[in-house]
């Protein structure tokens, strides 16, 4: 019973591409993040939202953007993928005290 | 200050040992959550917690809403347990981590 998806294991994209992570959660929550995770710094968390349309930046917004048109779906947008951007991409979803990971978008930009 | 303060930031046990790990944070939260994650693996929620105790298998979690504490037990660890875990407060619509715990059990 999976609750929290994420449209891709594993995506390879060149430097200056956009890229779009999706995330969709099937629990009527009110809240999903978007973190980036990479070796020795932990969950970084890049954007929050906490309604439809509503988002909050993180800690680390710059060069991304996201959006939120539907309660379950919650969109991650590489306007234009750098190699820094390199690094593992995990939504979670909370509502009722209830918290959920996806199981993460592992992304290489070459 | 972080919020949520856990510890100990590594820890190595033999197989069978009592493991204690702590999480303490210093504002209202709705709920805890222990979270594991193994390595190269998806993080998962192994309790939820606003009060009391809860126990699965060999895993126990506690919380102390006074004092604004948790722990989470494992008893007779095993190599499978290796793994990181990770206290995480829900508090609003916020969500806030410790920083993990790295847990090696050694056969």
């Known amino acids: 019973d999976v609750k929290v998806t994420q449209s891709s294991r594993y995506l390879v994209k060149r430097t200056g591409e956009k890229v779009f992570l999706e995330c969709v959660q099937d629990?009527?929550?009110?809240?999903m993040f978007w973190y980036r995770q990479d070796p020795g710094l932990g969950l970084r968390l890049i954007y929050f939202s906490y309604d439809v349309k509503m988002k909050e930046k993180g800690d680390i917004p710059e060069g991304y953007s996201v959006s939120r048109e539907k309660k379950e779906r919650f969109s991650l947008i590489l306007e234009s993928a750098s190699t820094n951007q390199t690094s593992m991409y995990l939504c979670?979803?909370?509502?009722?005290?209830?918290?959920?990971f996806g199981e993460g978008s592992r992304l290489t930009v070459l | 200050k972080n919020e949520v303060e856990q510890s100990p930031q590594n820890l190595t046990a033999q197989e069978g040992e009592f493991i204690t790990i702590n999480c303490s944070y210093s504002v209202g939260i709705s709920a805890l959550h222990w979270l594991q994650q193994h390595p190269g693996g998806g993080i998962v929620s192994l309790f939820m917690?606003?009060?009391g105790k809860k126990k699965h298998g060999r895993l126990i979690a506690t919380i102390n809403i006074q004092e604004k504490h948790s722990s989470l037990h494992i008893t007779a660890s095993h190599p499978r347990d290796s793994a990181v875990y990770i206290c995480a407060v829900i508090r609003g619509n916020k969500l806030v981590f410790g920083a993990g715990t790295i847990l090696r059990v050694k056969s």
């Open positions: 629990m009527d929550h009110e809240n």
């Open positions: 979670a979803s909370t509502g009722s005290g209830e918290l959920f």
């Open positions: 917690l606003s009060s």
